[in-house]
């Protein structure tokens, strides 16, 4: 079952992770008895159904971390500590803040505390979860990462409800997840703007606070009780700032265990946080409870001690983050004249030495402090704790639920946001009428063949190359996936195949509704099928780019880059469809076999060219042309051989055998003149017509037998088109496709049609592979390469850069560095 499947496969890869990484290994509940300190009615309920086990001892996160160690690998191969020695712990009901300036480190703390570090950097040193080493898999602890990646045209309340219908058992009544849901808006104070919607470039919405609070309200639905955030404050105003904090703070009261990054928090911010975790370049400079006021008054302390005491009238963090934020170094350098000497001047401790010093201090101060013993001890004393670790395993949807609900979510997204499909639609509709206008009613004069051929081409190459212009919104949706993903609400295969189902509608209205305005503007070949080739075919191309453009927005999540991308991607397509080069001329390596091939636009053109150019000429349809037909002989036999120019065969009076025989094959392998156009007949049956039994007359009988194949063929053959002078015969559409764009008239149109449906498949099994490959092989590489590189520069300089964690596999998440 491809949910099994899927399910499983992420678990394994997040297993992988996590194990190869930090020596983790999971942890399940064992054994019967009784409940469950900590745990919520719901998160019993959920992890219940998961483990069909009893729930055994406290389920609260106690997390602690022990000498811990990041080295990156830069593209140099050069190596970087990250984090030094870092040691700390968090507990349940506590809200832990890691201060420090930018680039001190907080986010890899955040990472590897959440086994998320991307694939350059290695760790050393002990992880435990209450008591055990283990990996965090998706939906034990949640991560609230610092970009609100919302669907902008969803409220918020709609927001949380398609969470919790992807995440929630199928079994639990709607009433239920309701219910909850509603109770998530009211802890995250967001009854005022839940009808309002999240908001983007054409709607105005909620406001940034709001944002950062929907983004936690999505992964406290399932109530984890481990919560990470990186900066949930960052952007944010003071107030909402404030009220952000505070509601992590309240969250961290029902029980959780809080983790957040925060940059610059507001003295009122400040005061909120129970535990403080301050880092300078990797490393710890203070890490204290200070929930009481006798803590927070111990901290000033510490500072003070340490030669740098807190003004009055400063912000305390403004403060800290002073002592430790080496840019004010180069910023005195840049210093000059007055300022200067205004510095020098100063009585402020941290003025008269360098930032670098003051670090040094402090981090000595620390080391050698009561808190950090004191941390330590705590830390021991947590880790002897082998608590109950429960594994939600992310979502506890089935698969068609998911897939259901990514689908209804999609569609509803796509039908609101007039960016996604409306302004295609508009736009496709302006550009077919253009056309329209400029083809209007093309006939069959001498001078339409081309104009048909470049009519066709500019639609199948040009109007749908205009589908990448929904490459921004697929980056969004791609941005949304990550997020969800990597939390754990659902599986790529659910994605992908909600992805292609929602887009489905849109894609029919649009290019029905503009191949109509075309079709019947230009007046392209008359007749029900040629129009339902027609606007099929053009759905066929328009969902390739589609999903050529998720593949890539799979890869690429950059859209400037990817539209450039796109663009390349189908100009040399484009190149190769045998419009701008005919097939016989283009170069055979490479380009034609197999560039060709891959392109859609060959296949919806079809300028293909075979060898021995073919019609099928049924005998009696050839005797219906009348009194021209005198003669039918086999090859050769009556042949009039006029040295190497047209063999025409006089038929005299049609052999009875013959009409017993349904078709033969009038091959045109050489070029003769023949009434302004080149033929020569070989092979089977060649017929001479009298004039005034005239080419057309011969042609009209087999048009009958003649198949059709993309779109030129579609739109030519069967119709006869003027010659270049009245009295001349009238040149049908077969010819010019063999003769003028050098098509295959032996294959089926509809076969193309289903080449060109079957390469949606492949670019969407494409985009499967894409996601699959960059979320499990590209971090393998990339941490492979990593390796490597360090591998080398040790040899090579024999020095030794590596820890004692550095052999261990990095993570195989890496969204978070992307
Ligand atoms: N995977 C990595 N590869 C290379 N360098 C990295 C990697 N991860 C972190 N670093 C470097 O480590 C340092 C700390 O980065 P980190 O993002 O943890 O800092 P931060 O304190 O969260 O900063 P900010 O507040 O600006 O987000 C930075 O110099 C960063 O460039």
């Given amino acids: 079952m491809p949910y099994e499947t899927e399910k499983t496969k992420s678990s394994a890869a997040a297993a992988a992770a996590g194990h190869a990484m930090m020596e983790i290994e999971a942890g399940k509940p064992s054994g019967n008895g009784v409940v469950a300190g900590g745990l919520s009615h719901l998160s019993e309920t959920l992890w219940r159904e998961k483990t069909s086990l009893e729930i055994v001892g406290d389920v609260s996160a106690r997390l602690t971390w022990k000498d811990l160690t990041v080295m990156v690998t830069l593209n140099n191969g050069e190596t970087q500590k990250v984090l030094e020695g870092l040691t700390g712990y968090a507990e349940p009901g506590t809200f832990t803040a890691l201060m420090g300036p930018s680039g001190s480190g907080k986010s890899t703390l955040l990472d590897a505390l959440s086994s998320r570090l991307a694939a350059n950097a290695f760790l050393s040193g002990t992880i435990l979860l209450n008591g055990r080493k283990r990996k965090l898999s998706f939906g034990t602890a949640a991560y609230v990462t610092q970009d609100d990646n919302l669907i902008g045209t969803l409220t918020v309340r709609e927001t949380i409800s398609y969470s919790a219908r992807l995440r929630l058992p199928d079994k639990m009544a709607w009433s239920e997840k309701r219910a909850l849901v509603e109770s998530t808006i009211i802890e995250m104070g967001l009854q005022d703007c839940a009808d309002t919607v999240i908001g983007n470039w054409h709607l105005r919405g909620i406001s940034g606070g709001e944002k950062r609070r929907v983004s936690i309200a999505l992964e406290i639905l399932t109530r984890p009780r481990l919560l990470f955030l990186d900066e949930p404050t960052s952007g944010l105003d003071s107030a909402s700032a404030f009220f952000v904090t505070q509601t992590l703070r309240a969250l961290a009261r029902d029980g959780r265990t809080v983790i957040a990054s925060i940059h610059q928090p507001s003295s009122e911010v400040f005061e909120l946080f129970d535990q403080l975790y301050l880092l300078s370049s990797g490393k710890t400079v203070y890490f204290v409870k200070q929930s009481s006021d006798e803590r927070i008054g111990r901290f000033f302390q510490f500072f003070a001690q340490a030669g740098f005491p807190c003004p009055a009238l400063r912000n305390p963090s403004d403060h800290f983050l002073r002592c430790i934020n080496s840019d004010f170094d180069k910023v005195k350098a840049t210093?000059?004249?007055?300022?200067?000497?205004?510095?020098?001047?100063?009585?402020?401790?941290?003025?008269?030495?360098?930032?670098?010093?003051?670090?040094?201090?402090?981090?000595?101060?620390?080391?050698?402090?009561?808190?950090?013993?004191?941390?330590?001890?705590?830390?021991?004393?947590?880790?002897?704790?082998?608590?109950?670790?429960?594994?939600?395993?992310?979502?506890?949807?089935?698969?068609?639920?998911?897939?259901?609900?990514?689908?209804?979510?999609?569609?509803?997204?796509?039908?609101?946001?007039f960016g996604y499909y409306w302004l295609r639609l508009v736009i496709y509709i302006v550009v077919t009428v253009c056309i329209g206008t400029i083809y209007l009613n093309v006939g069959t004069g001498y001078s339409s063949i081309l104009a048909r051929g470049s009519c066709v081409s500019f639609v199948f190459g040009f109007v749908t190359f205009m589908s990448i212009g929904g490459f921004p919104s697929f980056v969004e949706d791609m941005k949304v996936f990550q997020r969800e993903r990597l939390n754990g609400h659902y599986g790529v295969t659910a994605f992908v195949i909600s992805n292609t189902l929602s887009a489905m509608p849109f894609l029919i209205l649009i290019t029905f509704l503009a191949g109509?305005?075309?079709?019947?503007?230009?007046?392209?070949?008359?007749?029900?099928?040629?129009?339902?080739?027609?606007?099929?075919?053009?759905?066929?191309?328009?969902?390739?780019?589609?999903?050529?453009?998720?593949?890539?927005?799979?890869?690429?999540?950059?859209?400037?880059?990817?539209?450039?991308?796109?663009?390349?991607?189908?100009?040399?397509?484009?190149?190769?469809?045998?419009?701008?080069?005919?097939?016989?001329?283009?170069?055979?390596?490479?380009?034609?076999?197999?560039?060709?091939?891959?392109?859609?636009?060959?296949?919806?053109?079809?300028?293909?060219?075979?060898?021995?150019?073919?019609?099928?000429?049924?005998?009696?349809?050839?005797?219906?042309?009348?009194?021209?037909?005198?003669?039918?002989?086999?090859?050769?036999?009556?042949?009039?051989?006029?040295?190497?120019?047209?063999?025409?065969?006089?038929?005299?009076?049609?052999?009875?055998?013959a009409l017993s025989l349904p078709t033969s094959i009038l091959r045109y392998d050489e070029q003769t003149p023949f009434n302004g156009f080149s033929y020569r007949a070989v092979d089977a049956f060649v017929f001479d017509i009298d004039l005034p039994l005239s080419f057309q007359d011969i042609m009209l009988s087999s048009n009958n037998f003649a198949r059709g194949q993309g779109q030129y063929q579609n739109d030519l053959s069967g119709l006869l088109f003027d010659n270049q002078t009245p009295d001349l015969p009238k040149i049908p559409g077969e010819y010019i496709l063999e003769n003028v764009f050098q098509i295959n008239t032996a294959r089926s149109k509809w076969i193309d049609l289903s080449v060109i449906l079957s390469m949606i498949v492949v670019y969407r099994i494409i985009f499967f592979i894409m996601i699959k490959f960059s979320e499990d092989v590209t971090p393998w590489i990339r941490g492979y390469m990593a390796r490597r590189k360090i591998q080398q520069k040790n040899g090579n300089q024999n020095t030794t850069v590596a820890p004692d964690g550095l052999t261990q596999s990095p993570s195989l998440r890496n969204y978070a560095r992307r």
């Fill in 516 to 657: 109509t305005v075309c079709y019947f503007m230009v007046r392209l070949h008359p007749g029900f099928e040629h129009y339902l080739f027609f606007v099929l075919c053009l759905y066929a191309c328009v969902t390739v780019v589609e999903s050529l453009m998720m593949a890539i927005a799979s890869i690429v999540p950059n859209f400037l880059m990817g539209i450039i991308i796109g663009a390349g991607i189908q100009g040399i397509f484009m190149l190769v469809s045998g419009y701008f080069r005919l097939p016989n001329d283009i170069p055979k390596l490479v380009w034609r076999y197999p560039m060709s091939y891959i392109s859609f636009h060959f296949w919806a053109l079809q300028l293909d060219h075979h060898l021995s150019n073919e019609f099928l000429l049924r005998y009696n349809n050839v005797r219906k042309v009348g009194d021209g037909v005198r003669t039918l002989e086999k090859d050769g036999s009556s042949i009039v051989n006029t040295g190497g120019a047209l063999k025409w065969a006089r038929i005299e009076s049609p052999p009875s055998e």
């Fill in 335 to 417: 210093l000059k004249g007055s300022m200067e000497l205004r510095f020098e001047a100063s009585d402020d401790p941290l003025e008269k030495i360098t930032t670098a010093e003051a670090i040094r201090v402090l981090i000595d101060s620390y080391r050698s402090s009561q808190h950090s013993y004191a941390a330590r001890e705590k830390v021991e004393e947590i880790s002897k704790v082998k608590g109950t670790v429960l594994d939600s395993g992310g979502s506890q949807a089935s698969f068609f639920m998911q897939a259901f609900q990514l689908s209804k979510r999609s569609f509803i997204n796509m039908s609101r946001d």
